[in-house]
């Protein structure tokens, strides 16, 4: 039923008739969050609020492999990730 669909916790997502939507900015505090104090970008594709880019630098990829790099990414996303993140670019690197 349009508009019975609640918004997740934070003000990060907002309700809409499709579906929930991420903002850049909520989208930025929320990796921010996972990996503090290091560079995160965060880009919106196409303007809809659901395919963003990402660029992270960050110590904790140190030695991993890119998918392992990416994985930490998509934890920070958590559910998110299924629901209001339709797509998603990563571009993941070390200092």
Do not use: W, Y
């Amino acid at each position: 039923m349009p508009g019975s669909r609640l918004p997740f916790a934070g003000a990060r997502v907002a309700a809409m008739e499709d579906g929930p939507v991420m903002s850049v900015e909520g989208l930025k505090s929320l990796l921010k969050e996972h990996f503090e104090g290091d560079e995160v970008q965060v880009f919106d594709l196409t303007g809809t609020s659901d395919h963003f880019e990402v660029h992270i630098v960050s110590n904790l990829f140190e030695g991993k492999s890119l998918i392992e790099q990416h994985k930490l990414v998509h934890a920070a996303c958590g559910e998110h990730l299924t629901q209001a993140i339709h797509a998603l670019k990563i571009k993941t690197s070390t200092p």
